[in-house]
């Protein structure tokens, strides 16, 4: 049985921030926990628009604190985020989240990220698998 909490996590390798400080992923579950997914905790500032592409990941993610817009850059769907919003990237889609408010998710990555992703040029995090 494996038991964390934000609060240990909170500082450590496993609490990431972006480079230009618009989102902040606290990883709850890794890869190394081999459990087959990742878990983290994701907030995204107010303000902001974040493009990302998981080339390499399915990731499942609940909206729970916050609101703002989902854009399918493959399609220009758009989707109104609020807490209570699930969105699923099951075809690996280009999107870009716009926070009006601070968001707040939680989030679901497969294969499970190891820890050690950073993304590239394009967004995307490497397929990394656990030693």
């Not at 579950?29 to 399915?58: K, M, P, Q, W």
């Amino acid at each position: 049985m494996i038991v964390r909490t934000t609060e240990e996590i909170t500082g450590t390798e496993r609490d990431v921030t972006s480079e230009d400080g618009q989102w902040r992923s606290k990883r709850i579950v890794l890869g190394g926990d081999r459990v087959g997914f990742s878990f983290h905790e994701t907030t995204i500032r107010a303000g902001s628009t974040n493009e990302f592409h998981y080339a390499n990941h399915v990731e499942g993610v609940w909206l729970v604190e916050g609101t703002g817009t989902l854009t399918n850059r493959e399609t220009g769907e758009t989707h109104p985020l609020a807490a209570g919003t699930m969105y699923l990237l099951d075809g690996h889609e280009r999107h870009t989240v716009r926070a009006e408010t601070e968001l707040r998710m939680l989030c679901v990555f497969n294969p499970p990220v190891t820890g050690r992703e950073v993304h590239d040029e394009n967004g995307v995090y490497p397929l990394v698998t656990v030693d």
